[in-house]
């Protein structure tokens, strides 16, 4: 078993609940590997053979339109794993994966996988529970895309990210481009709204970070209690 992964496993949500033998015998199977900024990682359509946890850097789940659009799902970082669904239904990937950064990732095949859960069932607690949290971020998606305006979406999704950073600070590389691929909108709106919400003093923008400045106001442009 390589050392990083050891260090790693125990770090790792999906994990976070098995005892010290069941982290060994995932160790023995799971392998590292690094994938460069931009590279794809998983094509829509093609067949699922593993399942991939991110070590370190940032990945982005995304559809892209027959134009070229693209629609960013969900990103992911240090803990998050991703093409479980594949490995659970049998259909092909239902998006793509690309490295948003260059990222190592840790990948389980999809036989060992399937090993892992029949001697290591709590692994499926965890794995129940990222893919309820994943129903709930696409349910406020989809109620966000129909019932709120681009300040509320943004509002929204900022509020999302902060809390899965810090509570206020936001350290993913954003640019007004990838905002606006995650909430169905153009860039200039996006880039127009953001200057509007640090106007009104409830962001403030730094090369490097979002700092959420007003939380409530946030939240009640994001339709939020
Ligand atoms: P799979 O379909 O095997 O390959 C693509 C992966 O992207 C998928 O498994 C999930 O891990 C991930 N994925 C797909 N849709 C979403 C979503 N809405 N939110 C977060 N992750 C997703």
């Not at 005892?19 to 160790?27: F, N, S, V």
């Not at 559809?63 to 803990?79: A, P, Q």
């Not at 509320?152 to 350290?171: E, F, K, P, Y």
């Not at 481009?177 to 409830?202: F, K, P």
């Amino acid at each position: 078993m390589a050392i990083s992964v050891a260090i790693t496993l125990d770090a790792i949500p999906l994990f976070a609940h098995l005892d010290k033998e069941e982290l060994a015998r995932i160790g023995e199977v799971a392998r590292e590997r690094s994938y460069p900024k931009n590279s794809v990682i998983l094509f829509e359509d093609d067949p699922g053979d593993a399942l991939y946890v991110v070590v370190s850097g940032r990945v982005k789940v995304v559809l892209i339109g027959e134009d070229g659009r693209e629609v960013i799902l969900s990103t992911m970082d240090k803990g998050d794993f991703f093409g479980e669904m594949s490995l659970i239904d049998d259909e092909p990937r239902s998006a793509h994966v690309i490295a948003m950064e260059n990222s190592r990732l840790l990948v389980l095949r999809r036989d060992d996988f399937h090993r892992c859960l029949d001697t290591t069932p709590r692994i499926a607690l965890g794995l129940l529970r990222a893919l309820s949290k994943r129903l709930r971020q696409a349910n406020s998606q989809i109620g966000g895309l129909v019932l709120l305006d681009v300040a509320g979406r943004i509002a929204r999704l900022l509020l999302q990210l902060a809390d899965g950073d810090d509570g206020s600070v936001i350290t993913a590389k954003l640019t007004h481009h990838t905002i606006a691929q995650m909430i169905g909108s153009s860039r200039e709106t996006v880039s127009r709204t953001m200057r509007t919400l640090i106007e009104q003093d409830l962001i403030a923008v730094s090369q490097k970070t979002i700092t959420i400045k007003n939380r409530k106001a946030l939240q009640l442009a994001a339709g939020l209690r």
